[in-house]
């Protein structure tokens, strides 16, 4: 099979370009590196499996010429980071719609079913935890600009679904939770677990904004790939939308101090108001737990690694490729 991913360069999409690979199909990818990374795909690029067009997707010439020589699209490209949403919100809005809508329009044009990669952002406010694909979105006003991006996802479902309801064109939708792993960025880009790495390693306090008492459901990197590809290749979630991450909750005062525990150090907190950092019109929702039910009924998909597993993985890797740590060999378990 022939594949064109989307923001390929990305933490999730090149883990994805390589469980592709390894499985002995064809991968083409577009990233204008504005969050992707070379060294991302540094153990791919001498596949002749793979092709890499450094471009963006609003470069519709470009869309046209590979989307018509692929079996499937997985789209993953999307503005990303809770610090960059809410500082370019314009950016953010065009790239998420404008460049799905350019998608959408090139699949259905060369009959290729695609994969749009969304968020838990999609929920809002919602305090109905468990959080089910079908429940009622609650996002906030329209004044915060962090909930451009939740609104941005949400329309880019929206159009998918129209599409398939009015075209026929074949598509599947995952929200995303909390993914991290391997090659998430150490200038964070949105990742919690990103940032109290790199500041558990500079012998840093830990930055907790709020209470900390908020939760959100954290899934290895493993797990996301298998859940995305076990959507897309499941002709049985057709049309669906699914939650692919870790039903398992925890606190980011917990998450703290797991983190501690797995860079093996003993940093402190330091404390921060939400405002303090994303301005005054900035909103938080307290918690973040997905409804993996229809995943597991129609996909039989289920994430596997434990938080605490997947974090020692994450934490070996930070170790050799995070600056913070390679500067710092004091910390313990680097000596």
């Known amino acids: 099979m022939r594949y064109l991913i989307t923001g390929g360069a990305g933490y999730i999409g090149s883990h994805l370009v390589d469980s592709l690979l390894k499985d002995n199909h064809k991968v083409t990818v577009i990233d204008n590196f504005s969050t992707g990374k070379h060294d991302n795909l540094a153990q791919a690029l001498d596949n002749s499996s793979l092709k890499l067009h450094e471009d ?31 500082d370019n919100p314009l950016e953010c809005i065009i790239t998420n719609v404008d460049g799905t809508h350019r998608i959408l329009e090139a699949a259905l044009k060369y009959g ?61 939708i995952v929200r995303y939770f909390n993914s991290y792993g391997p090659r998430i960025d150490e200038k964070g880009y949105g990742s919690v677990i990103a940032r109290f790495m790199m500041q558990a390693f500079e012998n840093h306090p830990l930055t907790i904004y709020g209470t900390g008492e908020q939760t959100r459901s954290f899934t290895y990197i493993d797990d996301t790939i298998r859940g995305t590809r076990m959507t897309f290749e499941n002709p049985r979630g057709e049309g669906l939308v699914f939650n692919i ?74 170790r050799e490729n995070y600056i913070s740590a390679k500067t710092n060999n004091d910390v313990q378990g680097n000596r």
């Open 245 to 318: 991450g870790n039903h398992n909750e925890v606190t980011i005062n917990e998450l703290a101090n797991l983190v501690e525990e797995a860079v093996g150090v003993n940093v402190g907190r330091k404390r921060m108001s939400f405002e303090d950092v994303f301005g005054k019109h900035f909103q938080e929702t307290p918690r973040r737990k997905p409804d993996t039910s229809r995943a597991k009924e129609i996909l039989e998909f289920e994430a596997k690694t434990s938080l605490k597993d997947g974090l020692a993985k994450t934490v070996a890797w930070a």
């Open 56 to 86: 963006t997707i609003l470069n519709e010439k470009l869309l046209n010429r590979v989307v018509r020589e692929v079996d499937g699209i997985y789209h993953l490209a999307a503005a990303v980071g809770v610090k960059n949403i809410v």
């Open 112 to 172: 290729v079913k695609v994969l749009i990669a969304s968020s838990s952002e999609v929920y809002g406010m919602s305090t109905r935890v468990p959080l089910h694909e079908d429940d009622i979105r609650m996002p906030g006003p329209t004044n915060v600009p962090r909930w451009s991006y939740a609104v941005s996802k949400a329309l880019d479902e929206h159009l998918a679904l129209a599409y398939r309801m009015e075209r026929g064109l074949k598509c599947v």
